[in-house]
């Protein structure tokens, strides 16, 4: 008898056919390369994170015989009640009137894109998001066989067409948005581009997912409702609204942690509690409990420092943009969160560009093509600020530069 090895492609389901590898994960493998100066990782600061105060949550936990047992013990898939308690609170003070029954926790806010996806999606429906959009997103969502639908630029503060947009299109969509310092770009909606994008929202019969993973971290510029808020001032209470708020702890106490939550309607979160059961059970309890202890006290004094760091940095880049670019080189200016998005000049494409940047520059950082869902854009560039030191920003901003110059001088 003989054997041979299974062709598992051919064993798997259909729809890995569309799934891809997340050139942001792979680029990650960058950071173990001592000598590459890196915009790449979109990831926090470890210098920020709260070690002490976590690490006494530990000791704390783990001291008390009950609370051990508590801590190492299978839990409800809802979430500590603790910790679902602090964040309703926070949520209410920031316009957002719900309770510890509106909120789930999940692994990190990855996992209730990927819950939500598979509570909304079928085969062939619609979702539509920004251009440029989160590539998390996309691969959250593209397992569940959608058809993707970029939001026309400057639709939301010109108007749209809601019939002519949504022509030969599954009905209801669902709308994927970062409102606040976006991945990838920095930007920001305006207060009426949120109102805009309600009002379409409401046309369209479409449920909204906000992704405020960048909310806290605001260094400039005027602190504007969220999506959520502004819904239910609207509807009248978080029962009726149809935006889903998906948050994190990744970005302010620690991603290991994988502490993220959504917060919605109960008949919502009634059903993501049943995903969950069937995915994970629940997120790890002790990690639970531990973040609840990190956050019940200084939290708003941890993020002050946050905000001073990353706000220096983005400072920085800005200044080290402006100091090396050549002409027809363009970027955001975020107010906030960890990235900002340059645009190259025509002819230019941000994925050859990097592959000559790590050869001659030993600079590394996420070309823009992955992040667009329906009509890619290649000449642009994303450039995260939350790790390198200001002198390396300088130092980094400028061998970018040299290479576009290079590139630039070749192409005339």
């Not at 009426?192 to 369209?204: H, I």
């Not at 510029?221 to 708020?245: C, K, M, N, V, Y």
Request: net charge negative; aromatic share 8%; hydrophobic share 45%.
């Amino acid at each position: 008898m003989t054997s041979s090895t299974p062709d598992w492609a051919q064993r798997f389901g259909e729809r890995m056919a569309r799934v891809r590898a997340n050139e942001i994960r792979e680029l990650l493998k960058l950071l173990d390369q001592p000598d590459i100066l890196s915009f790449a990782g979109g990831i926090p600061d470890p210098a920020l994170f709260p070690a002490e105060r976590i690490q006494a949550g530990y000791d704390a936990v783990l001291a008390d015989p009950d609370l051990a047992r508590q801590a190492l013990q299978y839990s409800v898939s809802e979430g500590y009640l603790p910790l679902r308690e602090w964040i309703a609170e926070r949520m209410a003070a920031h316009g957002v009137a719900c309770d510890p029954d509106n909120i789930m926790l999940t692994a990190g806010s990855q996992q209730g894109l990927d819950l939500l996806g598979k509570l909304f999606l079928t085969k062939g429906d619609t979702v539509m998001v920004a251009r440029p959009t989160y590539l998390g997103a996309l691969q959250a969502f593209t397992s569940y066989e959608p058809r993707y639908l970029d939001l026309p630029d400057g639709a939301l503060a010109n108007g749209v067409d809601a019939e002519a947009l949504m022509a030969g299109r599954a009905p209801r969509p669902l709308g994927y948005f970062v409102p606040d310092y976006a991945n990838p770009t920095g930007e920001s909606l305006s207060l009426a581009e949120r109102e805009g994008l309600l009002d379409l929202a409401e046309r369209l019969d479409m449920t909204l997912i906000e992704d405020a993973a960048y909310r806290e971290l605001r260094f400039g510029g005027e602190a504007l409702p969220s999506l959520l808020a502004l819904d239910i001032a609207r509807s009248g209470s978080i029962e009726q609204a149809r935006t889903l708020f998906c948050g994190t702890f990744s970005k302010t106490i620690s991603p290991a942690l994988r502490l993220g939550w959504v917060c919605g309607p109960k008949a919502v979160i009634e059903k993501l509690v049943l995903l969950k059961q069937g995915s994970d059970l629940h997120v790890s309890t002790i990690n639970q409990m531990v973040g609840w202890r990190a956050v019940s006290e200084g939290y708003d004094q941890h993020l002050s420092r946050l905000r001073n760091a990353y706000g220096s940095k983005a400072q920085a880049t800005l200044d080290a943009l402006a100091r090396h670019m050549p002409e027809g080189v363009t970027w955001s200016k975020p107010e906030g969160g960890m990235f900002v998005w340059v645009r190259l000049p025509e002819g230019l494409d941000g994925k050859d560009l990097l592959a000559r940047a790590i050869a001659e520059e030993r600079v590394a950082f996420v070309p823009g093509g992955p992040f667009f869902a329906e009509v890619p854009a290649d000449n642009a560039i994303r450039l995260s600020y939350s790790l390198p030191t200001t002198t390396e920003i300088d130092d980094g901003v400028a061998r970018i530069a040299r290479l576009l110059r290079r590139s630039l001088q070749a192409a005339a």
